[in-house]
């Protein structure tokens, strides 16, 4: 009985003892290292972080360069073969179909989520936590206030936090507007940004959690429809900061702001392409892929090739024949306009840090690297390998090396040192330095405290 009651006397110890109170986490969405130098890029709510904290002049991202996999690491701090979301989609062996991680469609994330996240390990130690639509966050039993990163309205309001969504309604937040905005697509985007923001405010001024993870989606979109590094891109990236300048004023608001550390980061960069490669067309070719009238895989397709944007994974499916079909069909793969590399189920660890098909059967029996300028496609219809785009348009998933798709990076508040610029850093040393700010144990993370950037 005494442990039960000395409990949060310890916890309070550790609160008081810990750099910082709260630690707010602020993913844009394909927000690449480049955006923070580049003059025509308006975001002066995150320059002032900067200016007062800390950045990273380059932040690598995971493998392959996707949204469900980096949201993952950036809260486990651990490689995607460990963590297990491999890419925002994977494709199942047994039933010979994609099965679709993005936008949680299928899994809570006690499904998917192989390894401890920084707010399972809040909730641990007794402090609060929250989540606006962190994607592979559904259903989450250690968040207390969120709503899950889905388009379903109904999935939205089943997932959503009851006491939050009732909230939400009587403060007129218009969370009734979720899938009408979702339709939209990119003209939905700002307004679906600007409802999130206002959930997280409100958390934040009602609940003042100790950590709290908010993900803003329209750069990205605006960047996949025209490109990086665009008008639309830096109008979007400034409604991004907007929303930023919201969070910040409810801390302010809150009476919290002396005692809160902000981390804007990001879950990849982004390549403007102009032509997209489908590898099935050649593989259908040489014989190793078939369809059924070019809309499914066949029964006895010996290969299947999956794009996952600039990086391609091809499953080989016909397991007594693997080594063999694998030493056809590499070098021919390796061949095709605009493939920059592949990579052999080998090197998978060395290279991309992810675990061999063998050892997890999601994964596949190689990957294939697209270089600047272009993407991978997967449509079973297609009949050229490589398919013109024009107007030009972006894509991310390329290998995490690649120089546009390093992320961008800025800390700033309780804890932090003013003026320090980090040449580069990994996506998985945010969730040790998260960790150290709020004064919790998180010994299993394969990145590291960012000591040099705390006080």
């Known amino acids: 009985m005494w442990r039960l009651l000395l409990l949060p006397i310890l916890t309070s110890a550790a609160a008081l003892a810990a ?11 394909g927000w690449a290292h480049h955006y923070f130098d580049d003059p025509k890029c308006h975001m002066p709510a995150v320059k002032a972080l900067a200016a007062n904290g800390v950045r990273a002049r380059r932040m690598e991202c995971s493998f392959p360069t996707v949204t469900w996999t980096n949201h993952t690491t950036l809260v486990t701090g651990v490689h995607p073969g460990k963590h297990g979301v491999l890419a925002n989609e994977y494709f199942d062996r047994a039933t010979r179909k994609k099965v679709p991680l993005i936008p949680d469609p299928l899994f809570n994330k006690d499904e998917i989520v ?9 909730k641990a130690a007794g402090l609060t936590t929250a989540a606006v639509i ?20 109904e999935l939205f309001e089943r997932y959503g936090t009851p006491s939050l969504l009732e909230e939400a309604r009587a403060a007129g937040i218009p969370i009734e507007k979720q899938m009408e905005w979702c339709k939209l697509g990119n003209a939905g985007k700002a307004q679906r940004d600007y409802m999130y923001a206002q ?43 907007n929303r930023v300048a919201d969070l910040i004023r409810a801390t302010e608001e809150a009476g919290i702001r002396d ?21 099935n067309v050649l593989l259908r070719q040489e014989g190793f892929v078939k369809s059924v009238l070019g809309k499914s895989l066949a029964p006895d397709s010996p290969v299947f090739a999956m794009a996952e944007g600039g990086a391609c994974f091809v499953y080989v499916l016909d397991a007594a024949n693997r080594d063999s079909i694998l030493q056809q069909i590499t070098p021919k793969l390796a061949k095709i306009e605009g493939v920059s590399g592949v990579v052999e189920a080998k090197d998978f660890a060395s290279k991309l840090h992810h675990l061999t098909p063998d050892q997890d059967g999601r994964e596949p029996d190689l990957v294939l690297l697209a270089g600047d300028g272009y993407t991978f496609t997967d449509s079973l219809a297609d009949n050229e390998v490589i398919i013109p785009n024009d107007p030009p348009k972006g894509a991310h998933g390329h290998f995490q090396l690649d120089p546009n798709l390093y992320g961008g990076f800025v800390m700033s508040g309780a804890g932090v040192k003013a003026g320090v610029v980090l ?26 405290v960012l000591i040099e950037a705390l006080k």
């Open 259 to 279: 005692k809160t550390t902000f981390i804007i980061t990001t879950d990849h960069g982004f390549v403007t392409f102009t032509k997209s490669i489908n590898p």
């Open 114 to 122: 192989k390894t401890p996240t920084i707010y399972d390990a809040a």
């Open 199 to 241: 959930l997280a405010t409100h958390i934040i001024k009602q609940h003042k959690p100790n950590f709290l993870a908010i993900h803003l989606v329209s750069l990205d979109a605006f960047e996949h429809a025209h490109g990086r590094q665009v008008p639309e891109a830096y109008w979007a990236a400034n409604d991004s900061d």
């Open 19 to 29: 750099p910082a109170e709260h630690v707010i986490l602020v993913s844009i969405d």
């Open 134 to 153: 962190w994607p592979a966050s559904r259903g989450a039993k250690t968040l207390d206030w969120t709503v899950p990163d889905v388009f379903e309205q």
């Open 423 to 448: 040449e580069e850093m990994k996506n998985i040393d945010v969730t040790p330095t998260m960790a150290k700010l709020l004064g919790i144990p998180f010994p299993d993370a394969d990145g590291k």
